[in-house]
Every structure is written in C-alpha cells, then in structure tokens.
C-alpha cells in the first residue's frame, strides 16, 4: 500500500516540508447519528455497520503514509450514537481533547452539534447533510461542507439533462419533508438552466412495508395509474430523498421515458464501479481493508480527513482554526479522483467538487458538463454561487 504515495513522499522532500515539519499527534474523530429510518427498497442498499467508519480507516492509512516522513501520527476515533446520545457522544469527545470531527447526522442535528463543539474551538466537517440552508442562513464559520448540497446534486442532473436537450421535464416527488426540499432543489435547477416542468405530481407516503411479497404487485399496478396522462416531457425526475417509491419508477411508467435524479441516473459523490482518475487503486485498498465495496457515505468521510491530513501536511500544524484557515484558503487543493482538484468555497464553508451521474451500474457522466461556464471555476455552476448565498459567517 505504501509505494502508491512513494512519489509523494519524494516530493515533500524536494519541497522541504520533511525538514521543516514538526512531530504532530493529529487526532480526529467521526461521530456518526444512527437516525431511525426504514429499510431501504432494495436489499442492495442495506447499510453496513462499518458505514463511514471503513473510510475514516483508510483516510487514517493515508495520512499515516505521508505523515511518517514528517513526522505526523493520525488518529480517529469512531463513535456511534442515537439522535437522543449525540450530545453525551460529543461531548465525551471533547473531553477528551478531539477537535477535528467529522459528523455523519441530519441537519438540524449536525447544527446542534457544530454550535456545541465551536464553544470548545472545533473544526466540525459535515459528510452527509445535503440540507441547502445549512450553506446559506444557517451556515456556521467552524462548520466545513463535505458532502454536497441538494442543489449541488440537482444542478449536476440538470446540466446533463439540458446538454442532452431533454428540457421538458415531468417532476415527481414523495410527501415526506425532505422529498419536497429535494424536490425544491430540482425546480430551483429547472429555473436556473432554462428547463420547463410541465407538470408535478406527488406520491403519497401512506406508511406499511415496500419489501413485502406483494410490494412490486402493489406498485407495478400504482405507478402507471399514478404517471398516466402526464403533459408532454422528455424525462421523468424523481425526487425520493426517503427511498419511498423512486426505485420502482424505471420500467413501470404508463409513458416509457428516461428516469433521473433519485432513481434511474443518480448524482453521486462516489460509487464502488467509478475507475477513472486512478480511482481503482482507492477501490481495492478499500476493499481489501474492509471487505466490501465503498459508498458514497465512505468517500465523504475519507475526503474529511483527507482534507486534515492534506492542511496539517501542508500547514505544518494541527489547530483547528489554522487548518481551517487554510483549507479555506487559495493554496488549499487536495486530488480526490474526480478527475481535477477539489477546493473550498471561502463564502460558505463547501467543498467544490464534481459529481458523477451514475445508472447502478458504471458513471455515465460527470458535471459540470462541458460548456458550463463560470468565471472562477466551472465547478461553481453546481449548488449556490457567492451572489446567491445568504451566508455571513465566513465574511
């Protein structure tokens, strides 16, 4: 595993920053919110007990690499806890010295959290939640964005959808609160990239069993019923962030018609077919370290500590402010298989990135797409610009 950063290692000696560097014990954590959920529609997507934590193990493996020659150790706790224990959960941390941590929970949870873990002065890094006003009125100067936005996911189906010239769309989303937020996300791209929605429907959650005996009887009847008579459109967008009823609408709409968003073509941060950029190293150490394939949910907590690990590399320092700062900063990049660096957005605390577009199968494309233009990054035309965000802790 260790010849892979070889060239690394070589380089921070040409650079100097094994001379310069000082000892450093990094000490981090993931703190990861077991929200009560139902079970996924498919048992493909059962969550793993490790989930998360598997790439908190090999970002640890990572930074331990390069941090050998400068004499940096990494450790990361990984903690567990119910919504109702998340507060004793962190706190404990901080008791005991953590201030980087990485937080896998929802929204109103995670900014909970953060408020609590700032008054100790710490980095608090956000993997999961997609939430868009956690990047705008409610964002928080000790809180940095991993994972992407909502918006940052619609605007990426949005932009494929537009460069394949389907512009007409037939939106569908789920009842539940966080199916209409996505859903909000996906008119805002609509309106943004010049897409029609010529007609909404909503698909009630009326509760019970989808993995039942008779669950695909029950829906294969629903769903052409429920998609028939639909106005003219080009594809079918699916806003289903609770895993309702999405999965089920490839193949059983009364019109045969591409499928996008929370089924069909999906706007992932990572999938475990993804190979391109020398992504198949990262799939098989990840492999062979835990024995499964990785999830999107692995990748954002390993980009987390990647990120500490590139800033305490590069900074020479393990305070949180000052990798924060840094990180923040013009001189901050970290290659994350995605093809080009990955940034900071200094207005709101989130990390630019591509997201790839992904049909169960391989990635079928990557946004931004080609002819996206932006006049400082393209990767600026997915999720809230500087001029759109209501966001002012980072002034």
């Known amino acids: 595993m260790r010849r892979i950063f070889a060239p690394l290692s070589a380089a921070l000696m040409c650079m100097g920053l094994a001379g310069q560097a000082s000892a450093l014990d990094v000490r981090a954590a993931v703190l990861r919110i077991d929200s009560p959920r139902l079970l996924p529609i498919s048992r493909y997507d059962l969550t793993p007990d490790d989930l998360g934590f598997a790439g908190a193990m090999l970002a640890d493996d990572d930074n331990g690499t390069t941090g050998s020659f400068l004499g940096h150790t990494y450790e990361t706790a990984q903690v567990s806890a119910s919504p109702e224990d998340a507060d004793a959960a962190l706190d404990g941390l901080l008791a005991d010295g953590v201030r980087l941590i990485v937080v896998m929970a929802e929204g109103p949870d995670l900014l909970r959290l953060t408020d609590r873990a700032a008054?100790?002065?710490a980095l608090v890094l956000n993997a999961t939640a997609p939430e868009a006003e956690l990047r705008s009125g409610e964002c928080r100067a000790s809180l940095l964005h991993i994972a992407p936005s909502n918006l940052m996911l619609?605007?990426?189906?949005?932009?494929?959808?537009?460069?394949?010239k389907w512009d007409?769309?037939?939106?569908?989303?789920?009842?539940?609160?966080a199916d209409q937020a996505l859903a909000d996300a996906y008119r805002r791209a609509a309106r943004k990239f010049g897409v029609e929605i010529t007609?909404?429907?909503?698909?009630?959650d009326t509760g019970g069993s989808r993995r039942t005996d008779s669950g695909h009887v029950l829906v294969q009847r629903q769903l052409p019923a429920f998609t028939q008579g639909a106005k003219r459109h080009d594809v079918l967008v699916a806003a289903d962030d609770t895993d309702y009823f999405a999965r089920y609408l490839p193949y059983h709409l009364a019109t045969p018609r591409p499928v996008m968003g929370s089924?069909?073509?999906?706007?992932?941060?990572?999938?475990?077919?993804?190979?391109?950029w020398g992504t198949t190293q990262f799939q098989t150490r990840f492999e062979d370290l835990t024995g499964r394939y990785a999830r999107p949910e692995d990748y954002n907590v390993w980009l987390a500590l990647r990120v500490i690990g590139e800033a305490v590399t590069r900074a020479n320092t393990n305070d949180p402010q000052e990798i924060r700062d840094y990180a923040l900063s013009g001189a901050f990049e970290l290659a994350a298989f995605k093809g080009q660096k990955v940034t900071f957005r200094d207005w709101n605390g989130q990390?630019?990135?591509?997201?790839?577009?992904?049909?169960g199968m391989i990635t079928v494309s990557v946004s931004p797409q080609e002819g996206f233009l932006h006049q400082t990054s393209p990767l600026d035309t997915l999720g809230l610009d500087r001029p759109e965000t209501d966001c002012t802790a980072f002034n």
């Open 119 to 121: 008054q100790e002065g």
């Open 154 to 164: 619609a605007d990426a189906v949005a932009q494929f959808a537009v460069w394949k």
């Open 168 to 177: 007409e769309w037939f939106l569908v989303s789920g009842s539940n609160p």
């Open 199 to 204: 007609e909404e429907r909503e698909f009630e």
């Open 263 to 276: 089924a069909g073509l999906r706007p992932v941060t990572f999938h475990a077919a993804h190979e391109a």
């Open 351 to 359: 990390l630019r990135q591509p997201i790839l577009l992904y049909d």
